[in-house]
């Protein structure tokens, strides 16, 4: 799971030498201020994620050559999380405002791609997020980004944690390939894990209805029963259970990330 405000913080590191050395070196003075509330966590990439924000706070940047203020504000609202970008530069007049999100639209000249706002939209939208524009000519623009809160059980954050060495958790490996399972249940095991092994989707979804179990590894492709189908059932079964799905040698994390 990503934090937002964390990611808001890495991405004005990344983005220092602009608005900070760069803009000193031209005489002018870009402001940063931060309104970051606390927030829940949400799903999703937190590279993909601090890239769109980089991407937003160099668009402000280039927005204001005369320099400027950049206000980040982060908050709650319903089940969303909201991130805005605002700057106090030269706006986006109306006739362009549909466009920006489109690939290779800039006005920027020949050194700049157009791919900004384009690839944003599409990372925001792949996490089932919204991306809007507020602008004013001559006065600034603010970026909105939204995103959907990630579930998570309510009473997992009241459970105190077991030290480290004594924490042992039941997982099910749903794997049709011999190998792939042996390998997969002996490093588990090595690292003090209960772990069961069946060799398809349906054998596993039984194992599952009948006792709880920490996490799930699914083999993606499977005969029967994908491995998509499996995360589906046992998401419907119990939500609260991690799911990952695992293709070949390269282990896809799905919603959440594995505690230690
Ligand atoms: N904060 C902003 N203020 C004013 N105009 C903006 C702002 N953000 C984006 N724009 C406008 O939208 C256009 C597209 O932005 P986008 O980030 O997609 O591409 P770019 O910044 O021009 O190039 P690249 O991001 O590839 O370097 C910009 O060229 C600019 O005209
Ligand atoms: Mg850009």
């Given at each position: 799971s990503v934090d937002l405000n964390e990611l808001v913080e890495n991405a004005l590191d990344?983005?220092?030498?602009?608005?900070?050395?760069?803009?000193?070196?031209?005489?002018?003075?870009?402001?940063?201020?931060?309104?970051?509330?606390?927030?829940?966590?949400?799903?999703?990439?937190?590279?993909?994620?601090?890239?769109?924000?980089?991407?937003?706070?160099?668009?402000?940047?280039?927005?204001?050559?005369?320099?400027?203020?950049?206000?980040?504000?982060?908050?709650?609202?319903?089940?969303?999380?909201?991130?805005?970008?605002?700057?106090?530069?030269?706006?986006?007049?109306?006739a362009l405002r549909d466009r920006i999100f489109d690939p290779f639209f800039t006005t920027k000249g020949v050194q700049s791609t157009g791919l900004g706002l384009s690839v944003s939209y599409g990372i925001i939208n792949r996490h089932r997020g919204t991306l809007k524009v507020d602008s004013v000519e001559g006065k600034g623009t603010a970026f909105t980004i939204s995103l959907p809160i990630a579930e998570k059980p309510a009473e997992e954050e009241k459970v105190t944690p077991m030290p480290k060495e004594h924490r042992k958790a039941c997982i099910l490996v749903i794997e049709d390939e011999e190998q792939v399972r042996d390998i997969f249940s002996a490093i588990l095991e090595k690292g003090g894990h209960e772990v069961e092994v069946v060799s398809d989707g349906r054998r596993g979804i039984e194992?599952?209805?009948?006792?709880?179990?920490?996490?799930?590894?699914?083999?993606?492709?499977?005969?029967?029963?994908?491995?998509?189908?499996?995360?589906?059932?046992?998401?419907?079964?119990?939500?609260?259970?991690?799911?990952?799905l695992v293709s070949g040698w390269n282990i896809e994390m799905k919603e959440q990330e594995i505690k230690d």
């Open positions: 990344f983005t220092r030498i602009q608005w900070k050395d760069d803009a000193e070196a031209k005489g002018i003075n870009i402001k940063i201020q931060k309104e970051l509330s606390i927030l829940p966590f949400i799903a999703g990439s937190a590279s993909e994620l601090r890239e769109v924000i980089t991407n937003l706070i160099n668009n402000a940047i280039d927005a204001m050559p005369q320099g400027g203020q950049i206000k980040i504000k982060t908050f709650k609202k319903d089940s969303y999380v909201a991130l805005i970008v605002e700057d106090t530069g030269v706006g986006i007049p109306k194992k599952f209805e009948k006792r709880e179990f920490d996490l799930v590894f699914t083999d993606l492709g499977m005969p029967g029963m994908s491995g998509w189908q499996v995360a589906e059932k046992i998401k419907a079964i119990n939500g609260r259970v991690p799911v990952i």
